[in-house]
């Protein structure tokens, strides 16, 4: 089984910037299984960025030119880059993992909240 830790979520400004953390303890297949999602009061979750099979990266557009996924293999460790932060990012992140045959792994979620 696999377990996913995820850190670095918290209160920020808008304009701020924040680096979230995703460890995967246990056998994970590749880190090009692995990305982020998040979900909004009210609202349902949604892809934020994640890596494709090909090792390319893939951002909702709400995201793209702010947000920055990367990995670290060896590491088993997921990284999502968040600049320019808007109150419109509020959610709680979500690190996930997915599988072929089985439900995928999913982190706890950590709350980022961008507020003044």
């Known amino acids: 089984q696999v377990q996913l830790v995820e850190s670095g979520g918290g209160l920020v400004q808008p304009g701020g910037s924040l680096r979230l953390s995703c460890v995967a303890s246990?056998?994970?297949?590749?880190?090009?299984?692995m990305g982020w999602y998040r979900q909004a009061p009210g609202k349902q979750r949604e892809l934020v960025a994640r890596?494709?099979?090909?090792?390319?990266?893939n951002y909702a557009d709400s995201v793209k030119g702010r947000f920055t996924i990367s990995g670290d293999n060896a590491k088993n460790t997921v990284f999502l880059q968040m600049n320019s932060l808007k109150p419109e990012d509020t959610a709680v992140y979500y690190c996930n993992h997915q599988r072929t045959f089985s439900p995928d792994y999913w982190g706890q979620g950590t709350q980022v909240t961008v507020s003044s």
């Open positions: 890596f494709s099979s090909d090792g390319t990266t």
């Open positions: 246990g056998s994970i297949f590749s880190i090009n299984r």
